[in-house]
């Protein structure tokens, strides 16, 4: 089956840097995305990632590794409006877009 | 600004009682997906339209059925709500469907169901 893993939630200090993981069984891969979504609220782009290596977008930056079925989402100056669910998505071999249930990170003053 | 525009945002429905979701886009974009999410979980796809191509996904039930008059519209019809069906539906849009194509997100619609 297609599988994608994340924690369920997280805690971080606010001006901290956190990474929020995420790891995925597909059946073929076409990139992968980071939504960042506030309680209440639809998704948001954050990024894409079809190629390994990391991409940097402001304070936000995500890194991809193909080989290990791994990404990660890397958020630095953490701010309160940071709080809020990431959800990691993968486009499987059919342009099926396969979501994980997200990861809620609480930032704390 | 180009968007998508869901309403109502919250819709209130009894037991059984059908009601209709509504979708536009203003992005001319030529797919669009309505996906129910459920509290602490993954947005589940329900059914695409890819221009006017219906693509229903195995386990949607009978009870949803959806409709695209034309490329801005877009609606999604719950025939006898149960209360399972309380969620928050989220329309979504693409250009054209591609493994680069990233979604767009309406606000969304929070149904309860009394």
């Known amino acids: 089956g297609q599988n994608i893993d994340q924690p369920t939630e997280m805690t971080a200090t606010e001006g901290a840097i956190v990474q929020i993981n995420c790891t995925y069984q597909?059946?073929?891969?076409?990139?992968l995305f980071w939504y960042q979504q506030h309680a209440g609220e639809a998704p948001t782009f954050l990024s894409y990632?079809?190629l390994d290596g990391l991409e940097e977008k402001g304070r936000f930056s995500s890194f991809l590794s193909r080989s290990k079925g791994y990404s990660y989402l890397l958020l630095k100056e953490l701010q309160m409006k940071d709080s809020a669910s990431y959800l990691c998505a993968v486009f499987d071999s059919n342009y099926q877009l396969i979501w994980g249930a997200g990861t809620k990170l609480i930032i704390k003053p | 600004d180009a968007m998508v525009i869901q309403n109502p945002r919250y819709q209130v429905t009894q037991f059984g009682k059908p009601v209709t979701l509504s979708c536009s886009q203003t992005?001319?974009?030529?797919?669009m997906y309505w996906y129910q999410q459920k509290s602490s979980q993954a947005p589940k796809l329900l059914f695409h339209y890819y221009d006017k191509d219906f693509n229903n996904e195995a386990d949607t039930p009978d009870n949803f059925q959806s409709r695209r008059p034309n490329t801005s519209f877009c609606f999604l019809d719950i025939r006898s709500p149960g209360l399972g069906d309380a969620a928050m539906y989220l329309c979504a849009t693409s250009r054209v469907g591609g493994p680069t194509d990233t979604q767009y997100f309406g606000p969304g619609t929070r149904l309860t169901v009394l």
């Open positions: 990632n079809v």
């Open positions: 992005l001319n974009h030529n797919v």
């Open positions: 597909t059946s073929g891969f076409n990139g």
